[in-house]
């Protein structure tokens, strides 16, 4: 049973910055793909950023150059370091995960995704 378990959302002010954790436990397979996404009331969940097992990482246009998506597999932790912070990054994020050897269409779309985090808010205030 894989389980996923976001944290690190906060309250902040525009052009600060939060590291956001995903901890997932009961991965067995040795190929993976982590994505985060994020969803704002009343507005569909995005994608944000995922990470391959192997390292290769892709970003929404919007976090581009501010987000940055990271692994440590010793800690079988994904972490989403947020810079620059803006009000219309205000929403839940929530980490999810493919078991694989490849993230199909880099890990964009949320229908392939095997496992989801429970979400942690951020709030971006101006």
Do not use: H
Not at 1 to 7: H, I
Not at 87 to 97: K, L, N, R, S, V
């Amino acid at each position: 049973q894989v389980q996923l378990v976001e944290s690190g959302g906060d309250s902040v002010q525009a052009g600060g910055s939060l590291r956001l954790s995903c901890a997932a436990s009961g991965v067995t397979s040795s190929g993976y793909c982590m994505g985060w996404f994020r969803q704002a009331p009343g507005t569909e969940r995005r994608w944000v950023a995922t990470i391959y097992s192997g390292g290769a990482t892709w970003y929404a246009d919007s976090v581009q150059g501010r987000f940055t998506i990271s692994q440590d597999k010793s800690k079988n932790t994904v972490f989403l370091q947020m810079n620059s912070l803006k009000p219309e990054d205000t929403a839940m994020y929530y980490c999810a995960a493919i078991l694989g050897e490849r993230c199909p269409n880099n890990g964009r779309d949320s229908g392939t995704y095997n496992y989801w985090g429970q979400g942690t808010q951020v709030t971006v205030s101006s």
